[in-house]
């Protein structure tokens, strides 16, 4: 059972992510005075827990750069409060998802069902140790279907997250050095991309890859060793483990029925350039 929370994830996620790339997303936030760039995304990610410092938001995103989310926040709650940014960013899922779906299908029936269902697996959730999915799951349900299935992915994707930073934690794994982990595998960010959309140096970059050398998690040529295949399987049993509580709220049709109506939408939204393709290899 554990396993399906990994599969779930590869074929519901992008629903959720596509917002942090759409453009309907910075064009809001800019409209409110947000400054363009990291900013909206540090503030809309971070609004549901409140106007809370950079310490706070630094911890639950884990992998970027504390001194790029100082130079943004709290400055942004001085231009936008959270309720705000939360209305701005929802109306950005909206326009997006109706963009790249079209109108048909963002009110579809298909739609409509995979909502359902994925908000049954989230309300199986719970809150300890999941300070970024407890933020968000207690938002209030948007209505429009479309909107229904982002946010239930949105939080999925969120309690996912938590787990995966307590797994990376307990395996000794910083956040930078997870990006450079991560830049290693095929179908993961490049490394330039990675250590730019997060905003490292050069130098804490190669620190970071320094010092996963050292551990035979990397080799000379920055390529994941079998020690660190390893590791990171271990990292992902343990995420999954910690991940599969919404997964067992739904019987096995259900489970199958989500992934197959869920994955089309994630191919769908792939198709029409949710994604940047420049940031992976």
Request: aromatic fraction near 6%; hydrophobic fraction near 45%; charge should be negative.
């Amino acid at each position: 059972m554990t396993k399906i929370a990994r599969h779930a994830k590869a074929a519901l996620e992008l629903i959720h992510a596509m917002i942090y790339f759409a453009p309907e997303g910075e064009e809001r936030y800019t409209a409110l005075g947000l400054k363009k760039g990291r900013m909206g995304y540090y503030a809309s990610r971070s609004a549901a827990m409140g106007p809370v410092g950079p310490g706070v938001v630094a911890a639950t995103f884990y992998n970027f750069n504390p001194e790029s989310v100082a130079e943004h926040i709290p400055a942004a709650w001085e231009i936008a409060s959270p309720s705000r940014v939360l209305d701005a960013r929802l109306d950005a899922a909206d326009a997006a998802l109706r963009r790249m779906l079209g109108d048909e299908i963002a009110s579809s029936p298909d739609i409509a069902r995979a909502a359902d269902l994925a908000r049954e697996a989230a309300e199986g959730c719970t809150p300890e140790g999941k300070p970024l999915y407890a933020a968000h799951a207690d938002l209030a349900w948007p209505e429009p279907p479309h909107l229904r299935l982002w946010h239930a992915v949105t939080l999925l994707r969120e309690f996912r997250g938590d787990a995966h930073i307590a797994a990376l934690q307990h395996a000794g794994i910083s956040g930078i050095q997870s990006l450079v982990l991560h830049s290693t595998l095929p179908g993961g960010f490049k490394p330039e991309a990675a250590r730019l959309l997060r905003e490292w140096s050069d130098q804490q970059w190669s620190q970071a890859a320094d010092q996963l050398r050292e551990r035979d998690l990397v080799d000379a040529d920055d390529h994941i060793t079998e020690e660190g295949e390893k590791l990171r399987e271990e990292v992902e049993v343990a995420t999954d483990a910690m991940s599969v509580a919404p997964w067992q709220r739904l019987d096995q049709e259900q489970l199958q029925e989500l992934i197959s109506g869920g994955g089309a939408v994630s191919k769908a939204l792939y198709k029409a350039g949710a994604v940047p393709s420049d940031l992976f290899a």
